[in-house]
């Protein structure tokens, strides 16, 4: 399995289908919902998950920051935890280190997320297993203000 979650023949599961992966991006950005939960927003806008929100945001989905801080962010209440949210989240979009986001993926399986989307950087290979053997779509090591204008998604 590559860094990205495809296998040898380019593909995330593994079914010979050519651009699956591509296909479960656009599948996540355009189909899963418009709720996005995403881990490790906070306040500080130097970090990457501050800008990836405001591109989430003017594709037309709502940011939810997750955050120990609890932090409003771009307008939108922050939370704790996954589990602390009162609404149904559509995907999980995780910045944090690779080491936690098997746990976080995990999370978002248990509060009923669609999808799971890790960041740039953020690579676990057994998380992503886990994540596709509970249903969910996931994707691994991209970027959704990357992949947006990349695919030429729609809102």
């Not at 380019?10 to 992966?21: H, L, Q």
């Not at 209440?77 to 996954?82: F, T």
């Not at 009923?112 to 998380?127: E, M, S």
């Not at 994540?131 to 970027?143: F, I, K």
Request: hydrophobic share 45%; charged share 20%.
């Amino acid at each position: 399995m590559n860094t990205d979650g495809r296998n040898a023949d380019g593909n995330a599961d593994g079914s010979g289908v050519v651009d699956s992966y591509d296909a479960t991006i656009r599948r996540i950005l355009e189909d899963t919902g418009d709720t996005w939960a995403v881990v490790g927003l906070s306040n500080n806008s130097s970090r990457a998950a501050y800008g990836v929100a405001q591109v989430l945001q003017r594709f037309g989905k709502r940011v939810v920051p997750v955050h120990p801080k609890a932090e409003t962010v771009h307008g939108e209440q922050g939370y704790a935890s996954l589990a602390d949210i009162p609404f149904q989240v559509d995907v999980v979009d995780v910045f944090v280190n690779s080491e936690l986001a098997g746990s976080v993926a995990g999370e978002a399986v248990a509060v009923g997320a669609k999808a799971v989307w890790f960041q740039l950087g953020v690579v676990d290979p057994d998380a992503y297993g886990r994540t596709r053997a509970a249903g969910l779509d996931m994707v691994m090591d991209r970027c959704p203000a990357i992949e947006i204008p990349r695919l030429g998604a729609r809102a």
